[in-house]
Structures are given as structure tokens and as C-alpha cells.
């Protein structure tokens, strides 16, 4: 017979997810960082080098997340499904912000605070979709 495990046990385990969620976001976010600096620098605006570069780091994240993160309790397919919309809804939420905070010319100036900014918010909404994603529980 287990033994419940205990408040204190829970929140250990949610915080532990949570440094190894972002350790691997901190990869996938400096592939992202990386390639949104130099495409919004050399090639794109700010709103197109966003779509590219985040796009670009959710399937590094996806991956990593398989792989060091989270317990597969659905199909592979039906995760990727799951887990590439969420990514959708944070890439149309990142988009937004990274438009709206353009509007002021600080932003404008300092494009990597708008794109830090901007993923500290997402951090938290990618963390506890993802987690339902894969294992169909948010706590």
C-alpha cells in the first residue's frame, strides 16, 4: 500500500518540473533570443523575426520537454498536436505583445527587453498548458 504523498512532497515536485522546464526553455529561449536579434537587425521587423524565431524554438522545445521534462501519459501524436497549439496560442500572444510593446520607442530601441519581457510572461502560460499537454494535469 502507498503512502499519500504530502503537501510539502507536491510542492517539491512542482518546483523541481520547474527549474528543469526552465533549464530546457533556457535553450530553446536562447535559440529564440539569437535568431529573433539577428533577423529583426539584418532581415525582418520585430513581429516577423518573432513568428520565425519562436516557431523555431517551440519544436527545440517540444523535444526537450519529451525528452527531460514531462511524463508521456498520451499519445506521442495527440501530445504534438496539443502541445504545437499551445505554442500557436503563445506565438499569437507573443506577437501581440512584442506589436503592442513596438508601439513605444523605448521598445523599439532596446529589442531585447521587449523580447524579455515578452517571455517572461509566456513562460508561466507555456509551463502549466504543456504540463496538461503531456501528462493531462496543470498541478
Request: positive net charge.
Amino acid at each position: 500500500m502507498s503512502q499519500p504523498i504530502s503537501t510539502f512532497e507536491k510542492i517539491k515536485e512542482l518546483l523541481r518540473l520547474k527549474v528543469r522546464f526552465a533549464l530546457t526553455s533556457s535553450i530553446a529561449t536562447g535559440l529564440d533570443y539569437v535568431l529573433y536579434l539577428v533577423l529583426v537587425h539584418w532581415f525582418f521587423s520585430p513581429v516577423v523575426s518573432n513568428i520565425i524565431s519562436y516557431s523555431s524554438a517551440a519544436l527545440m522545445n517540444f523535444w526537450m520537454q519529451k525528452r527531460f521534462i514531462f511524463e508521456l501519459n498520451r499519445k506521442v501524436q495527440n501530445v504534438f498536436l496539443m502541445t504545437m497549439t499551445i505554442s500557436v496560442g503563445g506565438l499569437l500572444l507573443s506577437t501581440l505583445i512584442i506589436y503592442l510593446l513596438n508601439l513605444f520607442p523605448f521598445f523599439q530601441q532596446y529589442q531585447f527587453v521587449t523580447k524579455l519581457l515578452t517571455t517572461g510572461i509566456i513562460f508561466f502560460y507555456n509551463f502549466y498548458l504543456k504540463r496538461f499537454a503531456f501528462e493531462g494535469r496543470f498541478v
